[in-house]
C-alpha cells in the first residue's frame, strides 16, 4: 500500500489526486468544476449535493486508477469556512451552502458587542468578521424554519465542507473535523483546542450540532468507494495544507500562495502568537498531540491585479506576458500601484479603500504600469511580513511560494529582492493537495512528521541580489501610496 488520495474540495472545483508515497509523486489527477449562485449582491452560494457528487466522482476515478487494494487512505483539504447545515437522518442540506466570500451577515458582525469582539481575538484569534463561519450558520438558524424541529429531533447538523463530505462519505456514521478547519469557524478556542461554550452561546448556535473536532492526523472514518472502505485520514483546511506541503513544519517557515488573492502562512511553532496588526493567529496543523500556531495575512487581490491589466485595461494579452513587459523598463519609473480593488485586508483594514496608481508622468509607460502592478503584490507581502515578524519577534528566513502568478520569475526576484529573503518555489506547484497527501501518509504511519520537508522537492530559488535596506525607501513610497488609497482613516 503506496498510495494514498487527496481530496482537494476547492472554491472552484473539487480534485482527487492519487499520490505515490514512495516515489513522492502524484500519478494520476481528476477535476470537476463547482458551480458558484450569486443570488443577491454580495451574497455567494453553492450547492453542497453538487460538492459531494463531483467528490465521489473523483474519488471513484482514482481508486479505479489505483485500485483500493493499493490505497492507504483518503486524506481532505478544502476551501476553509464555508458553512453547510444539513439534515443528519437523509444528510440533505437544509439550504444552500453559504460560502466564505458570502458578506450577507456583515451588518450583523460589525453590529457585535466590544465583549463579544474581544473573546473573538482572545479566543478563536481571528478578527470578528462575515468572512468566518459563525454567523453563517446562525444566519441559517434564523432563516431556514426547518432547521427549528430538525434541532428538537436532535437531528441538525452544521459544519464545514470537510466535515460535510466526511459525514456523507462515512454513511452517516462520523460528524467530525478537523482543528485548522475549526479554528476558522469563529467558535473553535485555538488554545483549548476545543468549541468555544462562550462563544457558541453568544451566537446562539447550539454546540450539539457541531462535529467533534480532532487532530488533522486523526483517523475520521471509513469512506465507502465503489464498493470499498478505505479511512479518511488527514484532514486541513486548504491554506494550512500548503503549508504543510511546503515543508513549512519548523518554527520561522512560511509561505505564499500567490493567486487571485494572496495568503502568507507562518509558522510560529508551539507560540500561539496574539496578533495586534489584523494579521489573524491559527492553527497550522496538529499532529498527535502537537499543534503548531501559525500566523495568516492575506491580501484580496493579487494575482486579479494582472487580470484586471488584462481585461479590462488592456495593456496585456496574457497574464505570462507580463513578466517579459516589467523586465522591458529598468525600473519603475516612479509609479506605484496600490491594488485595493476590494478594500485593503491585513495590516490595513479598510474596506473602504480603492485602488490607486501614483508618480505618472508624461513618460509613464505601459510598461511601467504593468511592473508597478507587479510590485505591488510583492509590496504587500512585505507589508504582512513585517507585521508578523514584528508580532513574533521571529524572522522569516525565507518563503516558499506556490499558486498560479508564483509562475512569474520577475515577481518572485523582486519578492526576494524587497523582502530581502530567499523565496524557494517547489518543482510539485499543488501544494495544497501535496499537503492533504502529506498528512494522510503521515497519519498512516507511511511517513513521519520529520520527512515532510524532504518530501517537497524544490523547483529554483530567487536569491536577493540587493541589501533589503536597499529597496526601504521604494517601499516608503508604496505605503505612502497606501496611505492615500485609505478612506476610513
Ligand atoms: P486561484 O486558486 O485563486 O484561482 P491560481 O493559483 O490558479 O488562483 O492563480 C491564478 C492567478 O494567477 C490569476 O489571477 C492570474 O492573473 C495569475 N497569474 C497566472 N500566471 C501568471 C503570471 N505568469 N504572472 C502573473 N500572474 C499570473
Redesign the pocket.
Known amino acids: 500500500m503506496s498510495y494514498v488520495i487527496s481530496l482537494d474540495a476547492?472554491t472552484?472545483s473539487v480534485r482527487a489526486f492519487v499520490y505515490d508515497v514512495e516515489t513522492g509523486r502524484f500519478v494520476h489527477r481528476v477535476q470537476q468544476e463547482v458551480s458558484q449562485k450569486y443570488p443577491r449582491l454580495g451574497w455567494v452560494e453553492q450547492d453542497a449535493n453538487e460538492i459531494y457528487y463531483k467528490a465521489v466522482y473523483a474519488l471513484n476515478d482514482c481508486v479505479r486508477f489505483a485500485d483500493a487494494e493499493g490505497i492507504a487512505g483518503i486524506g481532505i483539504t478544502n476551501q476553509r469556512e464555508t458553512v453547510v447545515v444539513w439534515n443528519a437522518a437523509t444528510g440533505e442540506p437544509v439550504a444552500p451552502a453559504i460560502v466564505w466570500q458570502c458578506r450577507r451577515t456583515s451588518a450583523y458582525c460589525a453590529a457585535l458587542d466590544e465583549e463579544t469582539k474581544r473573546l473573538i481575538r482572545e479566543q478563536t484569534g481571528l478578527i470578528p468578521d462575515a468572512y468566518f463561519s459563525a454567523s453563517k450558520i446562525k444566519w441559517i438558524l434564523e432563516n431556514i424554519p426547518e432547521t427549528a424541529a430538525l434541532l428538537r429531533a436532535g437531528k441538525l447538523r452544521a459544519g464545514t465542507v470537510d466535515s460535510y463530505l466526511i459525514y456523507k462519505l462515512t454513511e452517516r456514521k462520523s460528524f467530525v473535523t478537523d482543528f485548522t478547519n475549526a479554528s476558522r469557524t469563529m467558535l473553535f478556542d485555538i488554545r483549548k483546542l476545543t468549541w468555544s461554550d462562550t462563544l457558541a452561546a453568544r451566537f446562539e448556535i447550539p454546540q450539539e450540532i457541531l462535529p467533534e473536532a480532532r487532530p488533522c492526523d486523526a483517523v475520521m472514518g471509513e469512506a465507502l468507494i465503489g464498493g470499498r472502505k478505505i479511512p479518511i485520514a488527514g484532514v486541513l483546511g486548504d491554506q494550512q495544507a500548503a503549508l504543510f506541503g511546503q515543508g513549512c513544519v519548523r518554527e520561522g517557515d512560511a509561505k505564499i500562495?500567490?493567486?487571485?488573492?494572496l495568503f502568507l502562512l507562518f509558522n510560529t511553532g508551539e507560540k500561539c502568537v496574539p496578533s495586534s496588526r489584523g494579521v489573524l493567529t491559527t492553527i497550522g496543523y496538529t499532529v498527535g498531540n502537537r499543534t503548531a500556531y501559525a500566523l495568516e495575512g492575506s491580501a484580496f487581490n493579487?494575482?486579479?491585479a494582472?487580470?484586471w491589466l488584462?481585461d479590462e485595461m488592456g495593456l496585456l494579452s496574457s497574464?505570462?506576458e507580463?513578466?517579459r513587459i516589467a523586465r522591458s523598463v529598468p525600473d519603475n519609473g516612479g509609479v506605484y500601484f496600490v491594488p485595493a480593488f476590494t478594500g485593503l485586508g491585513a495590516p490595513y483594514w479598510d474596506p473602504a479603500a480603492r485602488g490607486l496608481l501614483t508618480g505618472i508622468t508624461r513618460g509613464t509607460s505601459r510598461a511601467h504600469v504593468v511592473r508597478a502592478v507587479?510590485e505591488s503584490i510583492a509590496y504587500g507581502a512585505r507589508d504582512l511580513s513585517e507585521s508578523m515578524e514584528e508580532d513574533s519577534g521571529i524572522f522569516l528566513r525565507e518563503i516558499r511560494c506556490?499558486?498560479?502568478?508564483s509562475?512569474?520569475g520577475f515577481?518572485m526576484q523582486f519578492q526576494a529582492d524587497v523582502s530581502g529573503v530567499r523565496i524557494d518555489r517547489p518543482a510539485e506547484r499543488e501544494s495544497t493537495a501535496l499537503g492533504a497527501a502529506l498528512m494522510c501518509a503521515v497519519s498512516r504511519g507511511l511517513i513521519g512528521l520529520e520527512d515532510v520537508p524532504r518530501l517537497r522537492r524544490n523547483g529554483k530559488t530567487f536569491y536577493p541580489a540587493k541589501e533589503r535596506a536597499e529597496y526601504d525607501a521604494a517601499f516608503a513610497k508604496y505605503r505612502s501610496a497606501v496611505r492615500r488609497a485609505l478612506i476610513s482613516e
Open positions: 476547492g472552484t500562495t500567490y493567486g487571485t488573492g493579487a494575482g486579479s494582472i487580470q488584462r497574464a505570462e507580463s513578466e507587479l506556490d499558486g498560479g502568478a509562475a512569474n515577481l
